[in-house]
């Protein structure tokens, strides 16, 4: 005898999925939609806008005026990523294999004190560092001097060469905590069964990690990438904090975020135009979106095959 009887609606996911999904698209998926359409359209003046097609665009990648600035804050929005995956990971890979070894005192506190800057403000971290490496009242060369460096002491962030790369490392510093965290947790996942079993085989510490932990932990290294790339792409608030709009000196700090508030916003004797604002906004979606697609195409299902 079959079931006729219906299965009843599933009223808990609407309760419980209905507020996230009216948040996300209020507050993500619509602006984003309408912020692409916009960059199809162009000011004609007196507040009006005609569609454009894809002329921003055209104007944006082959008008010397923009696509010099264009590609000069896509290069340091680069640079200023690949700092963060050859410091920043590796420094978060190697601190957190430290604080999982099992007999090590203290390893809780040291987690605090290393994820507690990236619970500041952005805004403050820049303050503070902008105090520390100042040559007119900054402390960083009264230490350098005392251990016997201060011949090292430079403006770092007021020479073009040095700026962005003491702002990356002034950043690094601040969200070590995000990869150390999330690769400790993965660590902690590793099965004490196969570690157990090296170390009857006579394995050493470092073999245990590179040959055992490492491979199980490679999905994880794979998404503190994407997650990296992510974020230092909508990098904005430390340049704008310390260098300001301008990205100085002379733009050496200049990315793609710093780029886009000029544009929309305006700044000093720049007229803001918020059409050409968001065709910058829509080529930092498409750079993430590459990036995300490659993640997925070539890494993530690489990593899937490594596991199998």
């Not at 599933?10 to 692409?36: C, E, K, R």
């Not at 994820?115 to 007119?136: D, H, N």
């Not at 009242?137 to 003491?166: C, P, Q, R």
């Not at 400790?184 to 990690?209: K, N």
Request: hydrophobic share 55%; proline share 5%.
């Amino acid at each position: 005898m079959q079931n006729t009887s219906k299965r009843a609606f599933p009223w808990h996911l609407i309760v419980f999925l209905g507020p996230a999904v009216v948040i996300y698209t209020l507050f993500s998926a619509f602006p984003l939609l309408d912020t692409l359409r916009l960059s199809l359209y162009t000011d004609a003046g007196g507040g009006q806008r005609v569609f454009h097609g894809l002329g921003n665009f055209v104007q944006l990648l082959g008008d010397p005026r923009w696509a010099e600035s264009f590609w000069n804050a896509m290069w340091n929005n680069t640079k200023f990523f690949l700092i963060h995956l050859l410091v920043q990971n590796p420094i978060g890979l190697m601190l957190a294999a430290l604080i999982s070894l099992p007999r090590l005192k203290w390893a809780k506190t040291y987690r605090t004190l290393i994820f507690l800057p990236t619970l500041l403000s952005v805004v403050i971290i820049g303050f503070i560092w902008q105090l520390i490496l100042s040559p007119l009242w900054g402390v960083s060369e009264g230490l350098l001097e005392a251990i016997g460096l201060g011949h090292l002491f430079d403006a770092w962030l007021g020479n073009e060469s040095s700026a962005l790369i003491t702002l990356s490392l002034i950043s690094v510093w601040q969200f070590v905590g995000i990869p150390l965290m999330l690769i400790y947790a993965s660590l902690l996942a590793v099965p004490d069964e196969l570690i157990e079993a090296a170390i009857v085989e006579g394995a050493s510490a470092w073999r245990i990690f590179w040959q055992i932990k490492f491979p199980l932990i490679l999905p994880t290294m794979g998404l503190v990438t994407i997650l990296t790339f992510v974020g230092n792409f909508n990098a904005f608030e430390l340049i704008y904090a310390v260098k300001g709009a301008l990205g100085g000196p002379n733009y050496s700090t200049d990315i793609l975020g710093t780029f886009f508030y000029r544009t929309f916003f305006g700044y000093q004797s720049q007229v803001g135009s918020p059409t050409m604002g968001a065709t910058i906004a829509s080529m930092m979606f498409f750079v993430i979106l590459c990036g995300v697609m490659v993640y997925f195409y070539l890494v993530q299902r690489h990593l899937h095959r490594y596991e199998l």
